[in-house]
């Protein structure tokens, strides 16, 4: 169907100009009226809406209905329409969605009702339906509380009014053809509004309000207005004027769009230059990182070559230090011996001694009943047997009771006897220097297992080429040895339930025997020599075990816990403190120098990175408390740890073999796993390390 009723040059040439001056002119109104349209363009409502447009008129065209304009939803602020003088014969119910309309003119066309959808329109003052073909009123005008005009004239199947007009309280003018009207009569519609809303007010039993003097005096300002017909414009300047005006006014919003437009681009050069200078300092800082890390990587592993090197070469030891691992073996276990021989003064009987005078007391309270039952059987022999009776099952009753409470007794002494034993035996292992050696090695070799792993996952991450089969022949090297240190600490404690066992034999007499060995354990064991794997660090002891001295660690703990510098141990000191091989105290020395480089070396390199930032002057003190061969809770908590490769959450604690992969939890790998996650090599079994 064609938008013209005619389709004539001017008719369309009328039509885009309204339509360009609706999008370009800042004026409120959007004028399509007088151009012969039969359908509405499509998009003049959401034009409407972009445009904040107030007033829309489609008066003298073609109408008949509003659905191609778009959604009237978009119509939301628009506050005057004009539809009349078209061919309009019903409106749709979506004119609901009009919420500020305050003027509706649909006036000469077809109507024959009003929808119900009007009621929504609070804002709506103004109504003219007049000239219509309207058979009846909608209640819902009585819902328009701010309506002060309604014009209904020239309906002539109009006779009666809706009794809920009244409910309107603002209306002050009904315009109507009164002759014509049967409800109300024609002698009330041919009067003033007053006595029509009085008249519908008494038809439903509800009190007549006027409107305040206020909206009359603004009413009788609009009938003033009403005379003149606003949406009538008469041309005061001629075609060629207009022209020529609107030629202008094109002109000066194609220059400002020009300008604008210049000064957009212009900005938008200078953010995508300034982006550029952004992006490429990004990168620059990106590929800094990555040169660092890439070079971290490389130290790590040359540290881990060296480790494994010296865990090799470390099987061959010689036999000096053989020698004195016997005799420090010896020492101990004579030691162990002669902390049994010794006597020892009695520790916490308070408990046995109580049960004890609770027995005799019962056994005094026995003697004593049968005493005075012997006292008294030859005043009471008429009831011999029958008192006889009684106190036998009395006694009988008293003497279970009596062994009931001696087991009970006997039983918990047993009871403590064993968890004393397993309380010794546990501590002896702690405090064993062997043991604490193989632990401390299995921890590094566990650590070491951990940094190969994190290396590896970082690796691919980068995308960096590297070498499977040297990290794998590493990781290897590293589960062999930790196999065998298991072995040997499984071997160290079988040796050492011997010896518990060869003192519990010479000893089986003694009251309290393993309390007392408890307590004298606890008092004979070194300072802090219980918790120095917590705090040890990874540095020294890795130094430590590549100079072959790691088994020297329990003389250095006076040393490590003091508080002092490394820097200040001599080898008359270690001699003083039981290191008597002057190999050992050469290594220990040399491993304390190389670790004290390290120190310095971080120091320095941390100064440098931070040396833009304002500095203060160091404390004479901080070299030493850097050296002291001990992490502090900052340090611990940057140690190196694997994460799980699973969970993502947990740390990497089993180790599987045979591909020495340190990357999975407890938890995770608890679980059916036959592919190891990293490498998809077959697991044989999995080892559960801890980390110090």
């Not at 210049?262 to 620059?284: P, W, Y």
């Not at 510098?565 to 491993?591: C, F, H, P, Q, Y």
Request: net charge negative; proline share 3%.
């Amino acid at each position: 169907m064609s938008l013209l009723n005619k389709n004539t040059n001017d008719a369309r040439a009328k039509l885009e100009r309204k339509l360009y001056l609706a999008k370009e002119s800042p004026e409120p109104d959007f004028d399509l009226s007088d151009c012969q349209l039969r359908q509405l363009p499509s998009g003049i409502f959401s034009i409407c809406k972009v445009f904040r447009k107030d007033n829309l008129y489609l008066q003298n065209n073609y109408l008949r209905t509003l659905d191609n304009g778009g959604l009237l939803s978009d119509l939301h602020l628009i506050k005057i329409i004009d539809l009349s003088y078209n061919r309009f014969i019903h409106l749709s119910n979506d004119i609901r969605y009009l919420v500020s309309l305050t003027e509706l003119h649909i006036h000469h066309n077809l109507l024959k009702t009003i929808p119900d959808g009007i009621k929504y329109l609070e804002s709506l003052r103004i109504l003219d339906v007049s000239n219509n073909k309207l058979t009846n009123l909608t209640p819902s005008i009585g819902s328009l509380k701010t309506l002060n005009y309604l014009n209904i004239c020239q309906n002539e199947d109009l006779t009666e009014l809706c009794p809920e007009v009244c409910l309107a309280r603002n209306l002050r003018q009904i315009d109507l053809d009164g002759n014509q009207f049967t409800f109300p009569p024609t002698e009330i519609t041919c009067k003033d509004t007053k006595a029509i809303m009085m008249y519908l007010c008494e038809s439903i039993n509800i009190e007549y309000i006027p409107p305040s003097i206020t909206e009359t005096e603004d009413l009788q300002e609009r009938e003033i207005n009403r005379t003149h017909n606003p949406f009538i414009r008469r041309n005061t300047v001629t075609w060629e004027e207009q022209e020529a005006a609107i030629i202008e006014q094109e002109r000066k919003i194609h220059k400002a769009n020009q300008e604008q437009r210049d000064k957009f681009l212009s900005e938008i050069i200078q953010e995508q230059i300034n982006l550029d200078t952004e992006i490429a300092k990004v990168h620059e800082g990106r590929e800094v990182e990555r040169q660092r890390l890439i070079k971290a990587i490389q130290d790590n592993e040359k540290d881990i070559d060296i480790t494994v090197k010296n865990f090799i070469q470390s099987d061959g030891l010689k036999p000096e230090v053989v020698q004195q691992q016997l005799a420090y073996e010896k020492a101990e276990h004579d030691r162990l011996l002669e902390l049994t021989r010794q006597n020892y003064d009695n520790i916490k009987k308070s408990e046995v001694l109580k049960a004890m005078e609770n027995l005799m007391n019962d056994e005094n309270s026995v003697q004593y009943f049968l005493k005075d039952y012997k006292d008294n059987l030859n005043n009471i022999k008429e009831n011999i047997l029958m008192q006889e009776s009684e106190s036998n099952s009395k006694l009988s009753e008293f003497l279970n009771t009596k062994d009931n409470t001696r087991s009970v007794l006997v039983q918990q002494l047993l009871e403590d006897e064993d968890v004393q034993k397993a309380l010794v035996t546990s501590l002896l292992e702690k405090v064993d220097a062997k043991t604490w050696s193989l632990n401390e090695e299995i921890s590094l070799i566990s650590s070491h297992l951990a940094k190969l792993s994190v290396i590896e996952q970082e690796k691919k991450k980068l995308q960096i080429a590297y070498n499977y089969n040297e990290l794998l022949q590493q990781r290897v090297q590293l589960v062999n040895l930790l196999d065998d240190l298991y072995d040997q600490r499984q071997k160290r404690r079988k040796q050492l339930i011997e010896t518990i066992k060869e003192v519990e034999i010479e000893n089986n007499t003694s009251k309290d025997f393993w309390l007392k060995n408890y307590q004298k354990l606890i008092d004979s064991a070194p300072k802090n020599l219980l918790n120095v794997s917590k705090h040890l660090d990874p540095i020294l002891a890795n130094y430590l075990l590549q100079e072959g001295v790691i088994h020297c660690l329990p003389f250095l703990v006076k040393f490590l816990f003091s508080g002092e510098s490394l820097a200040n141990i001599t080898s008359e000191k270690l001699k003083e403190n039981g290191v008597t091989l002057s190999v050992d105290r050469d290594g220990i020395i040399r491993a304390i120098n190389m670790y004290i480089d390290v120190k310095l070396s971080n120091s320095n390199h941390k100064v440098l990175i931070d040396n833009y930032q304002p500095t203060a002057p160091l404390e004479d003190n901080v070299e030493d408390q850097a050296c002291s061969g001990v992490l502090t809770l900052k340090e611990e908590q940057n140690e190196l740890e694997g994460e799980c490769v699973i969970c993502m959450d947990a740390r990497s604690e089993i180790v599987f073999v045979p591909c020495g992969h340190m990357c999975c939890c407890v938890r995770c790998a608890i679980t059916d796993i036959d592919l190891c996650p990293m490498c998809r090599t077959g697991v044989e079994r999995k080892i559960k390390v801890l980390i110090a």
